[in-house]
C-alpha cells in the first residue's frame, strides 16, 4: 500500500504541470495569465497564439489525467500483486487537484476540463466520449467555451449514473461522490465565465478562418 499511497502526490506534481503556461512562455514569449481570459487552459493559449496551439494545449492537458489514471494502478498490481480498489479513481483526483491548484505557479491553476476528461477517460471512457460529444455540439450550438465545457460535466454525470448499478455500493461509492465534486469543481472554476455569460460579455468562438472574434 505505500507504493499506492506514493502514486497520489506524484499524479499531483504530474497534474500540476502547467502545460499552457509552459507552451505559450516557450513559443511566443507571452505570460499566458496576463492575456485573455487570463486561464492557463487551452482555450486561452488558443485564443491568444491560434487554433493549432489549443490542439497541442489540449492533448497535453489530456494525457497528464489519462495516463497517470490509465497507468498507476496497473504499475501497483504489477509490482505489488495486487490490486487496489479505487486507486484509479484518487489518481484522478489528485491530477486534477494539480492542474486547478498547482504548486509550481503558486497554487493559481485552470479550471480542470482537458485534465479531467483525460482522467475520466480512463475510468469510464463511454461517459467521457459522451461528454466530449456533449461538448463538441454544446460549442456548435452556442459558441461559449465555457458554457460547453460544464454542459459536458453534466453529460458525464447523467451518463455515469444512468448507467452505473448502485452509485452507493463499495465499487462505485468513490466514483460517485469524486465525480458529483469534480462536477462541481467545475462550475465553481468557471464562476467568472457563468457572470460574462449573464451578462453577455463572454467572448464566443469562431468556427470561420481570418475573422475576428
Ligand atoms: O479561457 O475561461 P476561458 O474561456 O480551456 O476557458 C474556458 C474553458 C476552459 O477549459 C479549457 C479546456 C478546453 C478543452 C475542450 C474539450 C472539453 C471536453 C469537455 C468534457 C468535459 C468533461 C468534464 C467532466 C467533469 C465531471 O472552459
Known amino acids: 500500500t505505500s507504493l499506492a499511497l506514493l502514486t497520489i502526490p506524484v499524479a499531483y506534481l504530474?497534474?500540476?504541470?502547467?502545460?499552457?503556461?509552459?507552451?505559450?512562455?516557450?513559443?511566443?514569449?507571452?505570460?499566458?495569465?496576463?492575456?485573455?481570459?487570463?486561464?492557463?487552459g487551452a482555450t486561452n493559449v488558443g485564443r491568444v497564439l491560434g487554433f493549432r496551439f489549443f490542439v497541442i494545449v489540449f492533448l497535453l492537458d489530456l494525457a497528464k489525467g489519462f495516463l497517470p489514471t490509465y497507468l498507476f494502478?496497473?504499475?501497483?498490481?504489477?509490482?505489488?500483486?495486487?490490486?487496489?480498489?479505487?486507486?484509479?479513481?484518487f489518481v484522478a483526483l489528485a491530477t486534477i487537484m494539480g492542474h486547478n491548484?498547482?504548486?509550481?505557479?503558486?497554487?493559481?491553476?485552470?479550471?480542470?476540463?482537458?485534465?479531467?476528461?483525460?482522467?475520466?477517460?480512463?475510468?469510464?471512457?463511454?461517459?467521457?466520449?459522451?461528454?466530449?460529444?456533449?461538448?463538441?455540439?454544446?460549442?456548435?450550438?452556442?459558441r461559449y467555451v465555457s458554457f460547453s465545457s460544464m454542459l459536458g460535466g453534466l453529460v458525464f454525470l447523467a451518463v455515469y449514473f444512468v448507467r452505473v448499478d448502485d452509485p452507493w455500493n463499495q465499487e462505485h461509492l468513490?466514483?460517485?461522490?469524486?465525480?458529483?465534486?469534480l462536477f462541481s469543481l467545475l462550475v465553481v472554476r468557471h464562476r467568472k465565465n457563468i457572470v460574462r455569460?449573464?451578462?453577455?460579455?463572454?467572448?464566443?468562438?469562431?468556427?470561420?478562418?481570418?475573422?475576428?472574434?
Open 14 to 40: 504530474i497534474g500540476a504541470i502547467p502545460f499552457g503556461y509552459l507552451t505559450a512562455l516557450w513559443a511566443r514569449g507571452v505570460d499566458i495569465r496576463t492575456v485573455g481570459s487570463g486561464n492557463i
Open 73 to 89: 494502478p496497473l504499475a501497483v498490481a504489477r509490482a505489488t500483486g495486487q490490486t487496489v480498489p479505487q486507486l484509479g479513481v
Open 101 to 142: 491548484f498547482p504548486i509550481y505557479l503558486k497554487f493559481k491553476g485552470g479550471k480542470g476540463v482537458a485534465t479531467s476528461l483525460g482522467a475520466l477517460l480512463a475510468l469510464n471512457w463511454v461517459a467521457s466520449l459522451a461528454a466530449f460529444a456533449g461538448f463538441v455540439l454544446t460549442l456548435v450550438v452556442t
Open 174 to 181: 468513490a466514483m460517485s461522490v469524486v465525480t458529483i465534486g
Open 197 to 213: 455569460i449573464k451578462e453577455g460579455t463572454e467572448p464566443k468562438v469562431s468556427f470561420r478562418k481570418n475573422r475576428p472574434s
